[in-house]
């Protein structure tokens, strides 16, 4: 049978909105008890008082005071936009992969000009400048699964010294999805995070990130 507490904590460890109002010292723990009472009956297999739960909740509020929040502050060195852009997936096979290895040097694409490849298990997902999309479309000369055209990719670059600290790509795309801002493509190097949008959301999406996070 499972203690009170642990089930409390692990309710609130679900819960992102939860946690930081507990480390910020704003939840009304009362109301949140009677909120997860259910739930913590469920996972302890018995009749819970809700005094039980408030007293849980604020042992878990004393481990969370000392915790790093769960967004970090991250520096955003650089925004860089590139429009309009497409997005090309294909089955991942033996004749598409040599195909999409061959684009930089076949179709002469400069250091200039966007071109990003991302291989999954079963996909190959080609992302290009879109004047250059029929071009791709020709050399590969198989069915995509899905085209999206008229995108814009906005590259995000930070210092190397967040790669250490957890949650950074986190409090990135929290940004936008605070601003309900649709994610078509997500693509992430070293120190770059790459997100392609609709080309009507990119006012919102500049304006959330607003340089820092």
Same mark, same amino acid.
């Given at each position: 049978?499972?203690?009170?507490?642990?089930?409390?904590?692990?309710?609130?460890?679900?819960?992102?909105?939860?946690?930081?109002?507990?480390?910020?010292?704003?939840?009304?723990?009362?109301?949140?008890?009677?909120?997860?009472?259910?739930?913590?009956?469920?996972?302890?297999?018995?009749?819970?008082?809700?005094?039980?739960?408030?007293?849980?909740?604020?042992?878990?509020?004393?481990?969370?005071?000392?915790?790093?929040?769960?967004?970090?502050?991250?520096? $955003?060195?650089? !925004?860089? +936009?590139?429009?309009?852009?497409?997005? /090309? %997936?294909?089955?991942?096979? =033996? *004749?598409? &992969?040599?195909?999409?290895?061959?684009?930089?040097?076949?179709?002469?694409?400069?250091?200039?000009?966007?071109?990003?490849?991302?291989?999954?298990?079963?996909?190959?997902?080609?992302?290009?400048?879109?004047?250059?999309?029929?071009?791709?479309?020709?050399?590969?000369?198989?069915?995509?699964?899905?085209?999206?055209?008229?995108?814009?990719?906005?590259?995000?670059?930070?210092?190397?010294?967040?790669?250490?600290?957890?949650?950074?790509?986190?409090?990135?795309?929290?940004?936008?999805?605070?601003?309900? $801002?649709?994610? !078509?493509? +997500?693509?992430?190097?070293?120190?770059? /995070? %790459?997100?392609?949008?609709? =080309? *009507?959301? &990119?006012?919102?999406?500049?304006?959330?990130?607003?340089?820092?996070?």
């Amino acid at each position: 049978m499972r203690k009170i507490t642990d089930a409390v904590r692990e309710i609130v460890q679900r819960s992102d909105v939860a946690q930081e109002a507990m480390r910020l010292g704003v939840l009304n723990q009362s109301a949140y008890a009677e909120l997860i009472l259910p739930e913590v009956e469920r996972l302890t297999w018995k009749d819970v008082q809700k005094n039980s739960v408030v007293v849980s909740l604020s042992r878990v509020a004393r481990e969370l005071e000392e915790a790093d929040p769960l967004k970090p502050s991250v520096v $955003i060195q650089e !925004l860089s +936009i590139k429009a309009p852009l497409a997005d /090309l %997936t294909f089955e991942r096979s =033996e *004749h598409n &992969l040599l195909k999409v290895h061959q684009l930089p040097s076949k179709l002469h694409f400069g250091p200039n000009q966007f071109l990003t490849i991302t291989q999954g298990i079963n996909e190959i997902t080609v992302i290009v400048s879109q004047d250059r999309a029929e071009e791709v479309l020709a050399h590969i000369d198989t069915p995509t699964r899905s085209i999206f055209r008229d995108l814009v990719g906005i590259t995000i670059k930070f210092d190397s010294q967040y790669l250490d600290q957890p949650n950074v790509i986190y409090a990135l795309l929290a940004k936008l999805a605070y601003q309900r $801002i649709n994610l !078509l493509e +997500i693509v992430s190097t070293y120190t770059e /995070l %790459t997100v392609l949008i609709e =080309e *009507h959301d &990119l006012d919102r999406a500049v304006s959330a990130f607003g340089g820092t996070t």
